[in-house]
């Protein structure tokens, strides 16, 4: 199931729309953005570079397209080098699903010997980009999302929801299977399952004093 079709099937399911989605990087893709923005859903994805941009070999990487200097009035990117990568074409591609989006190429005016072309492009001919612009937009505003106040409570949120639960009934409850075949008696199970999680973390609140204490406020 791709990505858009994942937020199609969940609203289906719940019969309801969440006004905002907060996902992990496995989730994005420009046609899970797009569906979003259709939808008029916030999206708070974490991006699949986010980690990768932290770190101080990626931003001192110049084959990086976010390290080269952009142009946006006269769409054209500058090299570390001080070369132009000048807009070459535009093509359409198609997802598996048919989803349908737009890459520009840019391409690298320089045709004499450059001093950094081994560390640029493993390429014969000059360096190209490939850029989706959609998504380009997408992503920055989903990075500006969750780098916001809001944006930083829902994805501790999610990660004190989901992450840890897993990792309490994996390992603290040694719960690896269903011991039952079914859907009724398997959803029979796991709700047994949650509740006495709910109730094991209630008490745990209870002895701790932390009853009072919300991530959210109580409306």
């Known amino acids: 199931m791709d990505d858009g079709s ?8 719940l019969r309801f729309r969440y006004p905002s989605v907060t996902a992990d990087s496995g989730y994005e893709s420009e046609e899970a953005y797009d569906y979003l923005v259709q939808q008029n ?6 991006s699949h570079t986010y980690e990768k941009w932290k770190k101080q070999s990626f931003k001192q ?5 976010e390290n080269m200097r952009y142009d946006i009035l006269n769409d054209i990117y500058t090299c570390h080098a001080g070369k132009t990568l000048l807009l070459l074409y535009e093509k359409k591609q198609k997802s598996k699903n ?4 737009e890459v520009t190429v840019y391409e690298c005016t320089n ?10 492009t493993k390429a014969k001919g000059n360096k190209r980009l490939y850029v989706s612009k959609n998504f380009m937009e997408h992503r920055k505003m989903s990075y ?5 106040e809001t944006g930083i409570k829902y994805r ?4 004190i929801q989901v992450e840890g639960t897993f990792g309490v009934l994996k390992n603290g409850y040694d719960f690896q299977k269903v011991l039952f075949r079914g859907k009724t008696i398997v959803r029979l199970e796991l709700l ?3 509740l006495g999680y709910i109730i094991n973390k209630l008490h745990a609140k209870i002895q701790n004093d932390r009853l009072g204490s919300y991530l959210f406020p109580i409306i």
């Open 144 to 148: 500006e999302n969750i780098i916001s």
């Open 41 to 46: 859903q916030i999206p708070y994805f974490k």
């Open 192 to 194: 047994l399952l949650c």
């Open 6 to 13: 994942i937020f199609k099937h969940m609203e289906k399911q």
């Open 111 to 120: 045709r004499g010997g450059c001093p950094y072309k081994d560390k640029y």
């Open 61 to 65: 990487d110049i084959s990086k397209r």
């Open 156 to 159: 501790m949120n999610r990660s």
């Open 98 to 101: 048919g989803y349908e989006s």
